[in-house]
């Protein structure tokens, strides 16, 4: 009897330590414990994932020490062997140290084959990159720090694939804006999902960040929405007024993504109006900058200056690089100061001559417009920034170090 008495309070002294989450072996933790319940939901993620469940890709890339300051590349650079090179050139050369890559552009097209088992992202594969481990490898032996671009709520080809997830007008076809480009909807889970394989896909060939594009719906929204057929999904019971409900969709599909790509050990950043930055939201589009901010690791605000009519008291802001960027980043650095944990700002800056503003509202832009950009954001306190030229034809001699 004795000896059965003590079979049975070891075992249960075992099931305590072993059930305990504080218990990793016997060793390391000699004394029973009792048994802990964890109220937590049984799906709910860490806010710290261990390094053992992250995933590894098997490409060492650091995040830079002084900051990301890099370009974009379209997919057809990045699978150019010569226009890679060359730009790999001008990123070395020239004291930047980054790339954004399109692996999902603005029509919907995966640039690159992303090994994912769903059959839409298949169907929509184009292999502008047709060898993206060389081209990983090749970011990973010039030390320049990959980040992924996934346009996401500009869709045509999943619109057109799946209209039932896009916007349909009255005789049931696909709705389109005047450029002809459909919109897939920000309400539905099932679009977040596929947006969200890419991005798990990337993450596992090697890119070091998820930059998400086109975080929003349609310009004009609110002047289209009651005359298209479209399903709000689990905002169709809300309270919300349709402002509301669209800066919800928004924000939200931004935490969920960033929840589900923790296991990849990623950065999570979105790009942004820097007019959202300046409204309390943006109605229409659903964007709200605080709201957006709160849920990324990096906030990248398109802050060009030919986008803005006169603003901040500047008749001509193409004309002025430096004094726009200073007066939005005043704007900017006022909102993320009052976050409780703020992303890193990493503005869009312009490398590009914007001639179609028309005679007298333009400037050619060079090497002493970047550098004006760069300034106002170094006087703002901010040192990150990335370079959009749509050709990918980016100004030689630019001082970019400010220090």
């Not at 049975?8 to 000699?30: D, K, M, R």
């Not at 970011?139 to 080809?157: G, Q, S, W």
Request: aromatic share 12%.
């Amino acid at each position: 009897m004795k000896n059965k008495t003590a079979f049975w309070l070891g075992l249960l002294a075992t099931a305590c330590i072993g059930f305990s989450p504080l218990a990793v072996s016997a060793e390391e933790n000699p004394e029973p414990t009792l048994l802990e319940i964890n109220t937590e939901p049984i799906l709910s993620t860490p806010a710290e994932f261990p390094s053992k469940f992250t995933y590894d890709s098997g490409i060492n890339i650091e995040y830079p020490e002084n900051g990301v300051k890099g370009i974009y590349v379209t997919a057809y650079s990045a699978g150019g062997t010569d226009k890679m090179k060359e730009l790999i050139n001008f990123v070395n050369s020239s004291g930047l140290n980054s790339m954004v890559i399109d692996v999902k552009d603005d029509v919907g097209n995966m640039t690159m084959d992303l090994k994912s088992e769903n059959k839409i992202v298949q169907d929509s594969t184009n292999d502008y990159v047709t060898d993206p481990a060389a081209m990983m490898k090749q970011l990973e032996e010039n030390e320049i720090y990959p980040i992924a671009r996934v346009v996401v709520f500009k869709d045509t080809l999943l619109a057109e694939a799946r209209p039932e997830l896009s916007f349909k007008k009255a005789d049931g076809s696909v709705w389109k804006n005047g450029n002809g480009d459909a919109f897939v909807n920000p309400f539905s889970k099932e679009v977040w999902d596929y947006n969200i394989e890419v991005a798990k896909q990337a993450a596992k060939m090697g890119f070091k960040e998820i930059q998400f594009d086109y975080v929003r719906f349609p310009e004009g929204f609110e002047n289209e929405s009651k005359s298209l057929d479209y399903t709000l999904d689990d905002y169709e019971t809300s309270d919300l007024d349709d402002v509301q409900q669209r800066v919800s969709a928004v924000s939200d599909f931004v935490a969920y993504a960033r929840e589900q790509l923790k296991a990849y050990d990623v950065e999570v950043s979105v790009d942004i109006f820097g007019y959202s930055a300046t409204v309390p939201e943006a109605p229409g589009i659903g964007q709200n900058f605080s709201k957006i901010s709160e849920n990324v690791d990096v906030i990248s605000s398109m802050i060009y200056p030919s986008h803005w009519n006169s603003y901040f008291g500047i008749s001509k802001p193409d004309l002025e690089p430096y004094k726009l960027v200073a007066e939005y980043m005043k704007v900017e650095n006022k909102l993320l100061s009052g976050l409780e944990t703020p992303p890193k700002s990493r503005p869009w800056l312009q490398d590009f001559t914007a001639s179609y503003l028309g005679a007298g509202n333009y400037q050619q832009y060079g090497a002493a417009q970047v550098e004006d950009q760069v300034r106002a954001l170094h006087d703002a306190g901010v040192n990150e920034f990335l370079l959009w030229d749509a050709s990918n034809s980016y100004t030689t001699g630019v001082n970019y170090n400010m220090e």
